[in-house]
């Protein structure tokens, strides 16, 4: 059993760590293509020409949703991932080590680092697994009041992560290369800081209510739906967000950060749900081994221990 949960812990940080960076990477490319077609002069909202561009975006969440699903395993790979997400977080802030790293790769795999889309996503990833982690040694269903907490919880922290996110990219990393001023804005790192903590705080919580993601994921899914096939409808209203804010929330949602996100929520959720349902199946089969054998009682201090049957 030892030997058999650390190959699975092994196996999924491997999966985690060569899947997730290239789903970020193709996300980038396909997103970098879409944005700049739906924001140049005279886009007629016609996705023809963007189908392989979209098809990279789809295979990108596709890989995410693999990791995602290697928390039935393990929690190991998607803590890792969060893990990393220091790099994207110190980039954010520092813009002129961004500048450093965009110009080390191609342009389009650095374009998802501006907008914020690894600062979206890996944090997310993270907390699942503490998430799956923390359920598969406590999987007892939670009381009416805390499961409530969770499903209203969770949406409005998981709304306020996205809002802080956003503006702090915007004031920060984007704001540094549209003006080519590289100093760091402390309220804008002030802002990214707490837009992660609340990301984090928001998956955290869903643990006392295992549907509370699936309004946020359908909320993402929806949203990003409508920039891409009523446009004309979803634009206008993107564009009375607060400034910055209206910058970044549609770009992110053109680089499939938001379908990445949303689908890895509804697929988080089954995740969820079978690792739970193992979990108190697994503790049910201890506390029935556990019980006492009659007229042997266990040790004390040593329950599920009996002595010897007496000899004779």
Same mark, same amino acid.
């Given at each position: ?6 190959? $699975? ?11 997730? /960076? ?25 996705? #023809?020409?963007? @189908? +392989? ?25 998607? @803590? ?21 790293? =965009? +110009? ?10 501006? =907008?914020? @889309? /690894?600062l979206s996503v890996l944090p997310v990833l993270g907390a699942m697994g503490l998430v799956l982690a923390l359920v598969r040694r406590d999987?007892?269903?939670r009381s009416g009041a805390l499961g409530a907490i969770g499903l209203v919880g969770s949406p409005v922290l998981l709304a306020g992560a996205?809002?802080? #996110? ?11 290369? &549209? ?6 804005? /402390? ?9 992660? !903590? ?18 946020? +994921? ?7 739906? %409508? ?8 634009? /206008? ?7 910055? !804010?209206?910058?970044?929330?549609? #770009? ?13 929520? %509804? ?9 739970? $349902?193992?979990?108190? #199946?697994?503790?049910?089969? &201890?506390?029935?081994?556990?019980? *006492? !054998?009659?007229? =042997? *009682?266990?040790? *004390? ?12």
């Amino acid at each position: 059993m030892h030997r058999s949960s650390m190959l $699975a812990r092994l196996v999924s940080i491997v999966i985690a760590l060569v899947l997730t /960076p290239t789903a970020l990477i193709l996300l980038s490319i396909g997103g970098t293509a879409v944005s700049r077609a739906f924001f140049s002069f005279g886009f007629e909202r016609d996705l #023809t020409p963007l @189908i +392989g561009p979209l098809l990279l975006q789809m295979l990108g969440v596709i890989l995410i949703l693999a990791v995602i699903a290697t928390g039935l395993w393990s929690s190991a790979g998607l @803590i890792a991932i969060g893990i990393l997400s220091v790099l994207p977080l110190a980039f954010a802030i520092f813009p002129g080590v961004l500048w450093t790293v =965009y +110009g080390a790769f191609p342009r389009e795999w650095g374009d998802g680092l501006i =907008y914020g @889309i /690894p600062l979206s996503v890996l944090p997310v990833l993270g907390a699942m697994g503490l998430v799956l982690a923390l359920v598969r040694r406590d999987p007892r269903p939670r009381s009416g009041a805390l499961g409530a907490i969770g499903l209203v919880g969770s949406p409005v922290l998981l709304a306020g992560a996205a809002w802080l #996110t956003a503006w702090g990219v915007a004031e920060g990393s984007l704001l540094a290369f &549209q003006r080519f001023q590289f100093d760091l804005r /402390p309220d804008a790192a002030l802002a990214m800081l707490g837009g992660l !903590v609340l990301a984090v705080a928001g998956i955290v919580v869903a643990r006392w209510s295992p549907y509370a993601l699936l309004l946020p +994921g359908i909320a993402l899914l929806v949203g990003s739906a %409508l920039l891409l096939f009523a446009s004309d409808a979803a634009f /206008p209203v993107l564009v009375q967000l607060p400034r910055g !804010v209206n910058m970044v929330v549609p #770009t992110m949602l053109l680089y499939g950060g938001g379908a990445a996100v949303g689908l890895g929520f %509804l697929a988080f959720t089954a995740v969820l749900l079978r690792v739970r $349902a193992r979990a108190r #199946t697994a503790r049910t089969g &201890q506390d029935a081994v556990a019980q *006492p !054998v009659p007229g =042997y *009682p266990a040790a *004390p201090g040593h329950p599920g221990q009996y002595p010897p049957p007496p000899v004779g």
